[in-house]
């Protein structure tokens, strides 16, 4: 996913508390390994772990969440781009682990431009399994 990739190493991260300059970077740039090498969450999270800057539980924690940001804003930047797609639907496993906060979204459908009731893309929160699909012009009803 070229706009995935594309937006990862755009993104400044800015929303992962404590980090460095460098430290950015880093993550960036696994990010973007991750998508280019179609590696695992599993195999993310060691290379960050590798790098001596995390722990296992936040390695894995930033790989989840970072992941899913990178593709939920990768894509929608490129289904605004091809102007047949109109909103995004949010999704969720449906599954005993989806938390609270996003198990009243599954299903939900906003605008392209617009918020799930002020709620962006996912990650909602760390760990976020959540993800968008497109809603193209003429299939929703926007």
């Known amino acids: 996913n070229t706009d995935a990739a594309k937006w990862a190493m755009q993104y400044g991260y800015s929303l992962i508390r404590g980090f460095t300059d460098s430290t950015r970077d880093r ?13 695992s969450i599993g195999q993310l999270r060691d290379r960050l772990l ?22 939920a804003e990768g894509n929608t930047a490129a289904w605004k781009a091809s102007r047949v797609v109109e ?15 996003c198990g009243p979204l599954h299903g939900k459908i906003a605008k392209m431009g617009e ?28």
Not at 53 to 64: D, G, M, T, Y
């Open 27 to 39: 993550v960036a740039a696994e990010i973007r390994y991750f998508i280019d090498n179609s590696i």
């Open 115 to 142: 918020s799930f009731g002020g709620v962006g893309n996912p990650p909602r929160h760390v760990r976020c399994r959540c993800w968008v699909v497109p809603v193209v012009i003429g299939d929703s009803g926007l």
């Open 87 to 101: 909103g995004r639907e949010w999704q969720t496993a449906v599954d005993s682990r989806v938390c609270p906060m």
């Open 50 to 71: 590798s790098s001596g800057l995390f722990s296992k539980q936040r390695a894995e924690a930033i790989a989840v969440t970072e992941v899913t940001r990178a593709y």
